[in-house]
């Protein structure tokens, strides 16, 4: 295990909620936080910009409430993911409201930008950073980053090709900080099989999007939970960067998840015109097997818990 920060270090249950663009919001931040789990939200998810002061404000508020109410079982640390990308104009804007709520971490996705990491550290808050290869985890340290989030084959949305087996393995061989991986995490055991293979934490997205809590529709909680890995489609048409989507969700919209396009990267897109393909397009991880219902998120980790238990007392028998 690596040297954990502060805000980490405290986490009783080694899970990261990924911030899911356009379905997280305070409801399912709030959920996660109280039942152990880190949760997590785009800032880009409040809209307009306003918005988002109004959403710090209200899980600042709501976990503070619970800490108080429940000084045994404190909740854990909330996260708010900013997109790091020029496409991103309200950058400045979102991480003067993180610094203003001093949000315990800040999760940065496409690009490493040094002042984003200034501002979190100026009021103690920790910098993790997504990457899908070892280059970018050098870069993204080198920047100024706290830990990294090793998003591997199978991740939902935005995802890398490789094995979670090499990225791992490659990133352990440098650095000893703070390692969370992403890439069909749907269970206790793979939970504690992340942890077997060096990360700190599990990094879950997809079985969040079938709960109560989540801003997604009905129809596509339970395409998820209709839905294997055979269903999960490879592309890199709907923002410009290869990721994971739900081929029904592709067929809905009049196209054919097999034989889709190349987009133009240069064109990525992560806050303006293609934020709708989002709503259409549904994004989802190769793990989704394992989910066979839609329930609250404390009832998902709970779940969780129990099967991470069983596993652990597996390899002890």
């Known amino acids: ?55 710090l404000a209200e899980i600042t508020e709501a976990l503070a409430a619970h800490n108080k109410s429940h000084p045994d079982h404190p909740a854990a640390p909330f996260a708010i993911n900013q997109i790091v990308h020029k496409s991103n104009d309200r950058l400045e804007h979102d991480m003067a409201l993180c610094v203003k709520y001093k949000v315990p971490v800040i999760i940065t996705s496409l690009g490493a930008r040094e002042e984003v990491n200034q501002a979190a550290h100026s009021y103690g808050g920790v910098v993790l950073h997504d990457i899908i290869n070892n280059k970018f985890a ?43 991986l992403s890439g069909s995490i749907a269970s206790g055991g793979a939970i504690l099989a992340a942890q077997a293979m060096g990360a700190d934490f599990a990094y879950i997205g997809s079985a969040f999007i079938a709960t109560d809590e989540a801003r997604a529709s009905d129809a596509y909680k339970q395409c998820i939970v209709d839905s294997n890995s055979d269903d999960i489609v490879y592309s890199n048409l ?53 989910i ?16 991470y238990a069983a596993a652990k007392a597996r390899l002890l028998a």
């Not at 066979?292 to 099967?307: N, R, Y």
Request: overall charge neutral; hydrophobic content about 45%.
């Open 1 to 55: 295990m690596s040297k954990l920060p502060a805000a980490l270090a405290s986490l009783k249950f080694p899970v990261i909620g990924s911030p899911l663009f356009i379905i997280s919001n305070p409801k399912l931040v709030i959920a996660q936080c109280i039942n152990g789990v880190v949760g997590a939200m785009p800032a880009l998810n409040a809209r307009p910009a306003s918005q988002l002061d109004e959403w």
């Open 238 to 290: 709907f923002t410009g960067v290869h990721g994971n989507y739900l081929a029904p969700s592709i067929r809905n919209a009049g196209l054919d998840p097999e034989n889709l396009a190349q987009s133009d990267p240069s064109k990525m897109d992560f806050g303006g015109d293609k934020t709708k393909a989002w709503k259409d397009i549904w994004g989802c991880g190769q793990g989704i097997g394992g």
């Open 292 to 307: 066979d219902k839609v329930q609250s998120a404390g009832a998902l980790i709970a779940q969780l818990k129990a099967e």
């Open 138 to 180: 050098h870069k993204a340290i080198e920047k100024g980053a706290d830990g990294l989030i090793a998003v591997a084959a199978g991740a939902g949305g935005h995802a890398s090709v490789k094995s979670p087996f090499a990225l791992i393995q490659e990133i352990r061989q440098w650095f000893d900080g703070p390692l969370a």
